[in-house]
C-alpha cells in the first residue's frame, strides 16, 4: 500500500499527537515495509525547500515529499491524517482520519475554529480513529455519527530509555512534583498550583517542576519552589520521570493522556484526577482525586510524600500496567483499519 500521511503538523511537533506519529511512522518502517510505503504531504508548494525539515523530524529516514497540491499524480492508495481531522479536503482517495479527542466541542474557547476539520473527516474519511473509549464516545455525540464509526486505538509506550548525561541537574530538584503537558486549563494547571499552596504548608521543600513555562497571567504560588523548564527532550523527560517523587496529572478533559503511562513505564507515583478517559489509561496503578479540587490533589500527593508504602505499591503497580501499552500494537491495529479502507 501507498499511503500519503498528512505530515503538516510535524515539524516542531514533539506533543502527545507528534509522538503518536512519530512512533507509528517508525514501527511501519521497521517492521512493515512490505505491508506499506509512507509518503509525507505537505502543504509546501516548493518541497525541495522544505523537505529535510520534515526528514529531521523523522530521524533522517529517507521518505518521500509531495504537496498536497500535487498529491493526485503521486500513484496514492489512500491518505492518513492523523493530527485530528482533515486540514485539506481537495482529494478522492479513499481517506483515514485519527480524531484524538473533543476538546474543541467540549472545552470553553479552545480552539473551536477547528470544529470545522473534525467534522470534514467525519464527512471525507471512511475510517475514523481515536484514542480511547471515552473519546470514541465523546466524538461520536458531538460529530452526529454512529459510535461504531470511530475504531478507539490507544497510543503505546516505549520500554523506558537506559540514563545517560544530560545538562539539567535532576538532583538539585529534588524532591520534586512533576507536571508534564501544557500550561492549559484545560489540564488543570491552575487546581495544581493551588494545590502546591496546600502541600508547602506541611513540604516547604517541594519543587514543582514544569516542563513548560507558565504565560505571565498564571497565578504564582507563594513561597513554593518552582521550576519552569521548558521544553525538555526524551533524555531529560526520562531522567524526571526516574527522580520524581510524583507525577501530577490533574487534566480536566483528556482524550488520552499519555504522560501518566510514560511516568508509570519509569516507576514514578501517579496521581491523576478521576476526568474523562483517566481511569481507562491508568487503571489501577494511580492515586486519583475529584477534578477541580486543590485540597484533594494535594493530600493525595501528600501521602505519596509521607506514606513509603503507599508510594512504593503505586511504583509497583505502575511498570506492568504501563507495559500493556506498545507502540507496536498501536502501529499493527492502526495499519489493519487504514488496509481495511482501501
Same mark, same amino acid.
Given at each position: 500500500?501507498?499511503?500519503?500521511?498528512?505530515?503538516?503538523?510535524?515539524?516542531?511537533?514533539?506533543?502527545?499527537?507528534?509522538?503518536?506519529?512519530?512512533?507509528?511512522?517508525?514501527?511501519?518502517?521497521?517492521?512493515?515495509?512490505?505491508?506499506?510505503?509512507?509518503?509525507?504531504?505537505?502543504?509546501?508548494?516548493?518541497?525541495?525547500?522544505?523537505?529535510?525539515?520534515?526528514?529531521?523530524?523523522?530521524?533522517?529516514?529517507?521518505?518521500?515529499?509531495?504537496?498536497?497540491?500535487?498529491?493526485?499524480?503521486?500513484?496514492?492508495?489512500?491518505?492518513?491524517?492523523?493530527?485530528?481531522?482533515?486540514?485539506?479536503?481537495?482529494?478522492?482517495?479513499?481517506?483515514?482520519?485519527?480524531?484524538?479527542?473533543?476538546?474543541?466541542?467540549?472545552?470553553?474557547?479552545?480552539?473551536?475554529?477547528?470544529?470545522?476539520?473534525?467534522?470534514?473527516?467525519?464527512?471525507?474519511?471512511?475510517?475514523?480513529?481515536?484514542?480511547?473509549?471515552?473519546?470514541?464516545?465523546?466524538?461520536?455525540?458531538?460529530?452526529?455519527?454512529?459510535?461504531?464509526?470511530?475504531?478507539?486505538? @490507544? *497510543?503505546? =509506550?516505549?520500554?523506558?530509555? /537506559?540514563?545517560? &548525561?544530560?545538562?539539567?541537574?535532576? +538532583? !538539585?530538584?529534588?524532591?520534586? #512534583?512533576?507536571?508534564?503537558?501544557?500550561?492549559?486549563?484545560?489540564?488543570?494547571?491552575?487546581?495544581?498550583?493551588?494545590?502546591?499552596?496546600?502541600?508547602?504548608?506541611?513540604?516547604?521543600?517541594?519543587?514543582?517542576?514544569?516542563?513548560?513555562?507558565?504565560?505571565?497571567?498564571?497565578?504564582?504560588?507563594?513561597?513554593?519552589?518552582?521550576?519552569?523548564?521548558?521544553?525538555?527532550?526524551?533524555?531529560?523527560?526520562?531522567?524526571?520521570?526516574?527522580?520524581?517523587?510524583?507525577?501530577?496529572?490533574?487534566?480536566?478533559?483528556?482524550?488520552?493522556?499519555?504522560?501518566?503511562?510514560?511516568?508509570?513505564?519509569?516507576? @514514578? *507515583?501517579? =496521581?491523576?484526577?478521576?476526568? /474523562?478517559?483517566? &481511569?481507562?489509561?491508568?487503571?489501577? +496503578? !494511580?492515586?486519583?482525586?475529584? #477534578?477541580?479540587?486543590?485540597?484533594?490533589?494535594?493530600?493525595?500527593?501528600?501521602?505519596?510524600?509521607?506514606?513509603?508504602?503507599?508510594?512504593?505499591?503505586?511504583?509497583?503497580?505502575?511498570?506492568?500496567?504501563?507495559?500493556?501499552?506498545?507502540?507496536?500494537?498501536?502501529?499493527?491495529?492502526?495499519?489493519?483499519?487504514?488496509?481495511?479502507?482501501?
Amino acid at each position: 500500500m501507498r499511503l500519503g500521511g498528512d505530515a503538516w503538523n510535524l515539524p516542531g511537533d514533539h506533543r502527545g499527537i507528534g509522538r503518536y506519529l512519530r512512533e507509528i511512522l517508525r514501527i511501519w518502517r521497521e517492521r512493515h515495509r512490505k505491508r506499506i510505503e509512507v509518503t509525507l504531504v505537505v502543504p509546501e508548494w516548493h518541497t525541495w525547500t522544505v523537505r529535510s525539515n520534515y526528514l529531521r523530524e523523522v530521524d533522517g529516514y529517507p521518505y518521500r515529499v509531495v504537496s498536497r497540491a500535487l498529491h493526485a499524480r503521486a500513484g496514492l492508495d489512500a491518505l492518513w491524517f492523523p493530527f485530528n481531522g482533515c486540514s485539506w479536503t481537495n482529494f478522492d482517495l479513499p481517506a483515514i482520519a485519527t480524531l484524538h479527542d473533543a476538546s474543541n466541542f467540549v472545552v470553553p474557547d479552545y480552539a473551536p475554529e477547528t470544529a470545522a476539520i473534525f467534522r470534514a473527516a467525519a464527512e471525507k474519511c471512511g475510517v475514523l480513529l481515536t484514542v480511547s473509549h471515552f473519546a470514541q464516545t465523546e466524538l461520536a455525540r458531538e460529530l452526529a455519527v454512529p459510535p461504531e464509526r470511530l475504531l478507539p486505538i @490507544a *497510543p503505546g =509506550v516505549n520500554p523506558p530509555r /537506559a540514563p545517560e &548525561p544530560i545538562a539539567l541537574d535532576v +538532583a !538539585a530538584l529534588q524532591p520534586f #512534583v512533576l507536571y508534564v503537558g501544557a500550561p492549559e486549563w484545560r489540564k488543570g494547571i491552575d487546581t495544581l498550583l493551588d494545590a502546591m499552596t496546600f502541600l508547602r504548608q506541611r513540604h516547604p521543600e517541594v519543587t514543582l517542576a514544569l516542563t513548560n513555562t507558565l504565560p505571565d497571567t498564571a497565578k504564582l504560588p507563594a513561597n513554593v519552589r518552582l521550576a519552569q523548564l521548558g521544553f525538555v527532550d526524551d533524555a531529560t523527560l526520562a531522567a524526571l520521570y526516574r527522580g520524581c517523587a510524583v507525577l501530577a496529572f490533574p487534566s480536566r478533559y483528556e482524550g488520552f493522556g499519555l504522560p501518566v503511562l510514560e511516568a508509570m513505564s519509569y516507576g @514514578a *507515583p501517579v =496521581v491523576c484526577s478521576t476526568a /474523562a478517559s483517566l &481511569p481507562e489509561v491508568a487503571g489501577d +496503578a !494511580a492515586a486519583y482525586v475529584p #477534578v477541580n479540587d486543590p485540597a484533594a490533589l494535594a493530600a493525595a500527593m501528600q501521602t505519596v510524600l509521607d506514606d513509603a508504602a503507599y508510594a512504593n505499591d503505586l511504583r509497583r503497580r505502575g511498570p506492568p500496567h504501563a507495559a500493556t501499552f506498545t507502540w507496536e500494537a498501536t502501529a499493527e491495529r492502526t495499519l489493519a483499519a487504514i488496509e481495511s479502507a482501501t
